[in-house]
């Protein structure tokens, strides 16, 4: 049983296209949050949500937008995709500010 | 300068051998730490984390933090070529948002 889980794995698209990665928790946390890792490794985080509210909102283009249905799922839609969008997309979770996150597992995707 | 700073390596080491890996930071608000394990391909798994300073010890794997120095370590005992990985040191000054270093690459030769 997946704890935090993303779709699709990977993503190979076009440049000017707008595409989404799904994320989804089922751990019970209340924080989920998207991370973008270059290929570098540096992790830098995009977004937080906590109970569904936006609360870390990074200096990011607004192309890119997140969506909490609710606490167990954050989307991510980026819209008219760059060739510097390529790159590997994380979700996490977190129960609070202490404890650390889950990272999903990952979404490489690729800009053409 | 970068908020977190951390060596990424690669560093080599034979297997059995005592590995140190290093991180140092800017902001002296940080007081929670942890050490993230991140396998090729994979996302990142927490390993350890510490509040404030002191040790930590979980297995083969010990945590320090020195405050004063700004400067934090993660020991791997008796390593293994399975600990082949690349280890993300990570802070915070106890909101949600951590800042992670940019990583150090392990490769443990059997």
């Known amino acids: 049983d997946t704890a935090v889980s993303q779709t699709p794995k990977y993503l190979v698209t076009q440049m000017g296209n707008d595409k989404s990665i799904k994320c989804e928790q089922n751990l019970g946390h209340d924080t989920m949050y998207w991370y973008k890792q270059d290929s570098k490794k540096f992790l830098k985080i995009m977004f937080s949500?906590?109970?569904?509210?936006?609360?870390i909102n990074e200096t990011v283009p607004n192309r890119f937008s997140p969506k909490s249905p609710d606490k167990a799922h954050l989307n991510l839609h980026i819209n008219s995709l760059e060739l510097g969008d390529s790159a590997v997309y994380f979700c996490?979770?977190?129960?609070?500010?202490?404890?650390?996150?889950?990272f999903g597992s990952g979404t490489r995707l690729t800009v053409v | 300068q970068k908020e977190v700073e951390q060596d990424p390596g690669p560093l080599s080491v034979p297997e059995g051998a005592i590995v140190s890996l290093n991180c140092t930071y800017s902001n002296s608000a940080f007081q929670y730490f942890m050490w993230y394990r991140q396998y090729s391909r994979k996302g990142p798994e927490l390993l350890m984390y510490?509040?404030?300073?002191g040790n930590k010890e979980d297995g083969r794997f010990t945590a320090q933090v020195d405050k004063s120095s700004k400067y934090i370590s993660l020991f791997i005992r008796d390593s293994q070529p399975s600990d082949s990985a690349t280890y993300l040191c990570a802070m915070s000054g106890g909101t949600y948002k951590y800042i992670f270093g940019t990583g150090t690459r392990l490769k443990v030769l059997a």
């Open positions: 996490a979770s977190s129960r609070d500010r202490s404890n650390g996150y889950t």
């Open positions: 510490t509040y404030s300073s």
């Open positions: 949500y906590n109970n569904k509210e936006l609360i």
